[in-house]
C-alpha cells in the first residue's frame, strides 16, 4: 500500500517500527516529521536535499539508536546503494 509521505506520521495503523525511510522530499519539516516512523536502530536516510534547517529532539535518535544519514546518489543504482546500506546497519 503506497502512503504519501506526508500521511506518514498520521497512518491510522501507527508507524513507530521501520528500518529505514529514504527521505526524497526537499520539505525539512516533513523530513523531520519521519523520525518518529523510525524502529529501534533505524536510520533515516535523505537523499532530498533543501536549504533548511531539520529541527529535532536529540532524545529522538538516542532512545532506540536511530539515525540519519545523507546519501549524494546520482543514480537510481547508487540510491539503491545507500538503502543497502541502512538494511546492513
Do not use: H
Not at 520539505?27 to 536516510?45: F, M, Q, W
Not at 536535499?49 to 543514480?75: H, M, Y
Amino acid at each position: 500500500m503506497a502512503i504519501p509521505w506526508y500521511q506518514l506520521t498520521r497512518f491510522p495503523g501507527g508507524l513507530g517500527d521501520a528500518r529505514a525511510i529514504i527521505a526524497t522530499a526537499p520539505d525539512t519539516k516533513a523530513v523531520t516529521e519521519l523520525i518518529g516512523g523510525l524502529g529501534p536502530n533505524g536510520t533515516l536516510l535523505i537523499i532530498g536535499v533543501s536549504s533548511g534547517k531539520l529541527e529535532f529532539a536529540p532524545t529522538q535518535l538516542i532512545r532506540g539508536g536511530k539515525t540519519i544519514e545523507g546519501w549524494a546518489g546520482v543514480t537510481p543504482g547508487d540510491s539503491e546503494g545507500g538503502l543497502w546500506k541502512c538494511f546492513r546497519r
